[in-house]
């Protein structure tokens, strides 16, 4: 297959309304619709790409073929769109990669109980796809990993299964992943894509297929390379919300406005980049990846200490915020213990549906175990769904938001400031507020009732 070959012609979008395009016009797969995945597969779809998504989660599979969104911030209608134009739709076949000029691998890669990377996901997608690889495919992975992930054990995988060689028989490259969920300044065309090949030849391959939907491609000189980008720009936002996070406890301490310290403070317009302090590290990103390079560091005799800094400062959090809660109880003469506390935003980020490693649940935790009664009020997350981490949670519902039910807590905890909570109600309404996010800036309050924390 030549570099040629691989540029699809977009297909008019009066052509065929089938869910399921022919085989003949399926040209990329990409595995592991999820947040990353969706919307990378919709963004190809839309570029005039033939894209068939695939996942192990038949659900998934089933909901897209349908037209349904399982992601907040993704539409229906936009799914619907691009099984209309005929040019996506979902499988669980992998025997289907054989029709495939280049296949994206989307798919987790979280830490183990150790807390060491678990690449499991990739290689099991690997061994799916090996039996089925074709001379001349592209193999991308975009799942953030650690540097080597995609030239070591990934291409060990596809080889022993395919029987084909990296490089030579079909094209190995990395290209990480710039998801924002919610964010609407973030759109998959327009954020650059950075791409790293096994081989020039890869790089060049892997380059023209991104350049087909992505505006801006930057090529750099290896898989390994492309993998390195991603973990820093990761580690950067670690250390720097540790940062800003110790500083939150230093300027409290001096009875100094963090917020209002770094609101300043971005006035500069050079050399400042605003941060801003939390109730500890949460979604799937931040409080993983830089242990990706931890782990792998060590085996070139390197420590990372920065990465382990911004670790311990950032779970110290939650910690943290406990004490100001018992603090603030204190000041009502009551105690953790026997108090009901309601805990304002589960999801790990504002305005997004996604509550997976989100420090809201250690909160829970932590106020659970010494005494209280955790609830929890997300209007995007309205009952908590089964997880290996936080199974005990399973079924809580979140509680309504009205008057009477909001003034029955003893305090209200705001651990993630969704825009769509009223917040002057909730001074309003309830005695004690702890904040975490500044969220009751605006709002008219009386004095002592909001605790930032
Ligand atoms: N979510 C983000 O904002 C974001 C941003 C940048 C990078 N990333 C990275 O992208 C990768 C994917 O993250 P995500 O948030 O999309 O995960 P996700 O959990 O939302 O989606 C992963 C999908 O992969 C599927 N899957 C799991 N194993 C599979 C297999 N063997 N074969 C086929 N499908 C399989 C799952 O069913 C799921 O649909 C991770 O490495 C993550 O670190 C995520």
Redesign the pocket.
């Known amino acids: 297959m030549n570099m040629n070959q691989m540029i699809v012609a977009p297909l008019s979008t009066a052509q065929s309304a089938t869910v399921t395009p022919p085989a003949a016009q399926a040209r990329i797969a990409i ?7 969706l919307p990378l597969s919709l963004q190809f779809s839309r570029s005039g790409v033939n894209v068939l998504g ?4 038949s659900a ?1 599979v089933e909901a897209l073929n349908a037209g349904r969104s399982y992601i907040k911030h993704i539409e229906s209608d936009a799914i619907k769109e691009q099984l209309k134009g005929g040019r996506f739709a979902a499988s669980a076949d992998f025997s289907r990669v054989r029709e495939m000029q280049a296949v994206i691998i ?4 979280p830490l183990n109980k150790n807390r060491e990377p678990d690449i499991s ?1 990739i290689l ?2 690997g061994r ?1 796809i090996a039996p089925h690889l074709q001379k001349g495919t592209l193999v991308v992975l ?4 650690y540097p080597g992930t995609t030239d070591e054990d990934l291409r060990a995988v596809l080889e022993k299964g395919s029987g084909l060689k990296a490089g030579d028989d079909f094209h190995l490259a990395f290209s ?6 919610a964010n609407p300044d973030s759109k998959v065309a327009t954020i650059p894509k950075v791409v790293g090949g096994y081989t020039p030849a890869c790089l060049e391959l892997a380059t023209k297929l991104y350049g087909q939907a992505i505006k801006t491609i930057v090529p750099v000189s290896s898989c390994r390379a492309a993998e390195a980008t ?1 973990l820093t720009e990761n580690i950067f936002r670690s250390v720097n919300i540790a940062l800003v996070n110790e500083l939150k406890l230093v300027y409290s301490a001096m009875d100094i406005d963090v917020w209002e310290v770094i609101a300043a403070a971005k006035t500069k317009p050079f050399g400042f980049m605003a941060f801003y302090p939390g109730p500890g590290l949460g ?3 931040i409080p ?2 830089p242990f990706y390079l931890t782990w792998k560091a060590r085996e070139f005799g390197q420590h990372t200490k920065f990465i382990e800094l911004a670790g311990e400062v950032n779970t110290a959090m939650p910690h943290y915020v406990v004490e100001r809660v018992a603090e603030a109880l204190n000041a009502h003469r009551k105690s953790i213990n026997g108090s009901k506390i309601l805990i304002v935003g589960l999801a790990y980020k504002p305005n997004v549906d ?1 509550e997976r490693e989100s420090p809201s649940y250690e909160l829970m935790n932590l106020l659970s175990k010494r005494g209280a009664a955790a609830a929890y009020h997300d209007p995007y997350v309205p009952v908590i769904k089964p997880t290996r981490e936080h199974g005990h949670w399973a079924g809580t519902k979140s509680v309504p938001w009205d008057h009477a039910t909001i003034s029955s807590f003893d305090l209200i905890l705001i651990s993630t400031n969704h825009a769509c909570v009223n917040y002057q109600e909730l001074a309003d309404w309830s005695r004690c507020i702890v904040d975490t996010r500044n969220a009751m800036a605006t709002c008219q309050t009386k004095p002592g009732q909001v605790w930032k924390a």
């Open positions: 595995v592991g619709l999820g947040y990353v995945g695939l996942d192990i989660d998934k989307c798919v987790p890669t996901y099991d997608t799916a975009e799942s953030t990993t990480p992943e710039r998801e924002d969920p991603k979604g799937h990103c993983i990846d996604d």
